[in-house]
């Protein structure tokens, strides 16, 4: 059975961090494309961070890059999402998800991802 879960997030300050992490069991995570995902009140559901199998490199959203750094340790079985310098707009909840048919990963094509963790609020405010 394929399990994803979360931990880390919670309440920061503009310009503060936080850290979301995202445990796997039943799965490797470092044989399935992983991503990274956030919902806002009243939004959709967005691609934020994403690796694919064999990339070394994730791929960001314009909205993360240069802010978040997406991580994976595949001795853990996790994958980790840093986040530097939020701010308000960076309020929502936080999903990873994992792709288990495409060695590929994509911000946009949400409904690949098949596994997914049961979400971590972060909200950012003063």
């Known amino acids: 059975q394929v399990q994803l879960v979360q931990s880390g997030g919670g309440l920061a300050q503009p310009g503060g961090s936080l850290r979301l992490s995202c445990t796997a069991s039943g799965v490797r995570l470092n044989y399935y494309a992983i991503g990274w995902f956030r919902q806002a009140p009243g939004k959709e559901r967005e691609g934020i961070a994403c690796?694919?199998?064999?990339?070394?490199?994730?791929t960001y959203a314009a909205s993360a890059k240069g802010r978040f750094t997406l991580s994976r340790d595949n001795a853990k079985n996790t994958v980790d999402l840093q986040m530097n310098n939020l701010q308000p707009e960076d309020t929502a909840v936080y999903y990873c998800a994992t792709d288990s048919y495409g060695g590929s990963c994509s911000l946009t094509l949400i409904n690949e991802y098949d596994y997914w963790g049961q979400g971590t609020q972060v909200t950012v405010s003063s």
């Open positions: 690796i694919g199998i064999s990339d070394t490199i994730p």
